[in-house]
């Protein structure tokens, strides 16, 4: 019914740059939240950055400053500009969407970011 797809995960060195994308496809209208959440090895998923459809953002204090979410409505796409890695940033990134009609959330499969030397 509805499709989330990440892409842009790798392998990067500390310091390093990555940009993460999500398309959203399927029967939706219209999409009332965007967000990126990540879960590392041993842990619960956190959210790390969210947008809703009023264009207001939010951040984890651990990437706050580091990193911009921003979207392109017309594609149904948000993004993720990930700047200074750090070793601890590894994590599997997933995409959520809350989409209308419905108002139901949707998981995309996730996209693996490994920041090492």
């Known amino acids: 019914q509805v499709q989330l797809v990440e892409s842009g995960g790798g392998s990067v060195q500390p310091g390093g740059s990555m940009r993460l994308s999500c398309t959203a496809s399927g029967s939706i209208f219209s999409i009332k939240y965007m967000g990126w959440y990540r879960q590392a090895p041993g842990k619960e998923r956190e959210m790390v950055a969210r947008?809703?459809?009023?264009?207001?953002?939010d951040y984890a204090d651990s990437v706050k400053g580091r990193w911009t979410i921003s979207r392109n409505t017309a594609k149904n796409t948000v993004y993720l500009q990930m700047n200074s890695l750090k070793p601890e940033d590894t994590a599997v990134y997933y995409c959520?969407?809350?989409?209308?009609?419905?108002?139901?959330?949707?998981w995309g499969k996730g996209t693996l970011v490994t920041v090492s030397l």
């Open positions: 947008l809703t459809s009023s264009a207001v953002s």
């Open positions: 959520n969407a809350e989409v209308i009609p419905g108002g139901t959330h949707y």
